[in-house]
């Protein structure tokens, strides 16, 4: 198979060979993260974006169920006041958005 891997980045820079050697040492940079790509691949006509970062610090999808059913399950909670109920009200919007949860499949 084979598919056409694109990079893009706008370099300030006096020579093409200047700009492809500041490309370069940007995408080598452990601080830049210069891993999204997007790939055509040939045989489907179609282009796809990589992402090849790994998400740090992100919540596993059952961790993220997990809390979404406590602060449903808070929300329901008769002692609780509206300022906190709103507070969670939003938290549940925000996971939700993150995952996809409001995009029909």
Not at 35 to 41: G, P
Not at 71 to 82: D, I, T, V, Y
């Amino acid at each position: 198979m084979e598919f056409r891997v694109i990079w893009e980045i706008d370099i300030h820079a006096d020579s093409p060979k200047q700009a492809a050697e500041a490309a370069r040492a940007v995408q080598l940079r452990p601080d830049m993260p210069a891993t999204v790509f997007e790939v055509w691949d040939y045989a489907k006509q179609k282009m796809h974006r990589a992402d090849l970062a790994t998400a740090t610090g992100r919540l596993k999808n059952s961790e993220v169920a997990s809390l979404r059913a406590t602060f449903r399950q808070l929300q329901c909670a008769p002692e609780l006041g509206g300022g906190v109920r709103d507070i969670l009200s939003v938290m549940l919007i925000f996971l939700d958005a993150d995952g996809g949860y409001w995009r029909r499949r």
